[in-house]
């Protein structure tokens, strides 16, 4: 006799305002996962995409691993790295490219359009092209020359935009203008935001699912990366919905980690505000660098709901933590895949963690993201001596 037991999923978010309830029983989640790919192995989770419309590369499924050092010496017995940094193209942007692209297939649209800092576009100029369709995208002005590339080599449409990444003015002007022109053309909107791509977002949340699946457990405490907030707010999605379909008793505190020259979300938060404190980003940190973060909401009652707290951290700070991760974990991340464990060191040094806390840091992306920063690191270092074989047999 087999056991059958019903499942009942709710699903819900303010952000678009649709609730889905679905009742599945074990037999039939075992049977839906077998032979899918990437995301979708969580496909009964995820907005409704036809077997032939669904476009993969292999994403998510990332390791959780942990500490073998850092945690030591930082006196926390349970740290943990989750490798969004292992993903096809090197970011977590992958798992909402393949919704996206997989979205655009089923709607029947002609192409994808959007805006980016440098992970996002290199993502999706990879899905679109083997989804088979023109992606249209407006770049940062100091995007990083190495995202460029990544982004050009799949023949994307690029657009360098003057003063994005720095004005939240403009920011917001060129996210207005994409979604206008994807209404006008009847192209999907690519931009990695529950503000203007709830649906697709709904991929972040299989980060959670991954912790949770990975870890045996909901940890105590996620420490995320942000700059418009999407991958913080998603995983929060993910851990609450989670809550909602009891298969866990809690959430974890969320932690927003972001840039000193670029931290209006974690400031106007602090400061009481229903908005990102105003100003313009100087952070030199790539991938964060969004003064105007479209899910500052989101990413608020993240925040509020799960009782967690925001750490601003400086560029150099996280910088040296990049090099600390990579010399004694072995891990290679950019700067902004980096500032979750600087922001652990600090929390930790300002009393906010149990030592005996289970604490993931997100690692956002791959280190060679960042070609120009990765020079800067290796420099000491690069000039060596020219040494005789012989000399070398004889020591």
Request: glycine content about 8%; aromatic content about 8%.
């Amino acid at each position: 006799m087999k056991l059958v037991i019903p499942i009942t999923i709710v699903s819900y978010s303010r952000s678009y305002f649709m609730m889905i309830i679905i009742t599945l029983r074990k037999e039939e989640i075992i049977m839906s996962s077998m032979g899918s790919q990437g995301i979708w192995k969580y496909a009964q989770y995820l907005p409704s995409v036809a077997e032939e419309n669904r476009v993969t590369l292999g994403e998510g499924h990332t390791p959780l691993i942990p500490s073998v050092s850092i945690g030591k010496e930082l006196g926390l017995t349970n740290l943990y790295f989750k490798l969004e940094s292992l993903n096809p193209t090197g970011s977590y942007k992958d798992r909402i490219s393949a919704l996206a692209l997989s979205l655009a297939k089923q709607a029947g649209k002609t192409a994808c359009i959007g805006t980016t800092s440098g992970n996002a576009g290199a993502s999706l100029a990879a899905y679109a092209a083997r989804a088979r369709l023109p992606y249209y995208v407006y770049v940062q002005e100091n995007i990083i020359p190495a995202k460029l590339e990544q982004i050009v080599v799949h023949q994307a449409k690029v657009c360098k935009v003057k003063g994005m990444g720095y004005s939240p003015e403009i920011g917001t002007k060129v996210f207005e203008m994409v979604r206008e022109k994807a209404k006008r053309h009847n192209w999907e909107p690519a931009i990695t935001a529950f503000a203007y791509a709830p649906k697709a977002m709904e991929a972040v949340k299989t980060i959670a699912w991954d912790i949770q699946k990975e870890l045996g457990c909901t940890p105590d405490a996620v420490f995320s990366p942000v700059g418009g907030g999407g991958l913080f707010s998603g995983i929060y999605y993910g851990f609450r919905d989670l809550l909602l379909r009891h298969a866990t008793d809690k959430l974890p505190r969320m932690v927003a980690c972001q840039s000193a020259g670029c931290s209006n979300l974690v400031r106007g938060y602090n400061e009481g505000l229903d908005r990102p404190a105003s100003g313009s980003s100087t952070s030199l940190i790539s991938g964060i660098q969004v003064p105007s973060p479209p899910d500052a909401s989101i990413a608020f009652e993240a925040l509020r709901e799960s009782n967690g707290f925001g750490e601003v951290i400086e560029d150099t700070i996280t910088w040296k933590w990049q090099e600390e991760l990579a010399a004694k974990e072995g891990i290679y991340a950019e700067p902004a895949g980096a500032i979750a464990l600087a922001s652990v060191v600090q929390a930790m040094k300002a009393g906010k963690l149990n030592p005996h806390d289970k604490i993931v840091c997100i690692v956002s992306g791959a280190g060679y993201k960042d070609v120009d920063r990765q020079h800067n690191m290796v420099a000491p270092y690069m000039d060596l001596p020219l040494h005789d074989l012989e000399q070398l047999l004889n020591e």
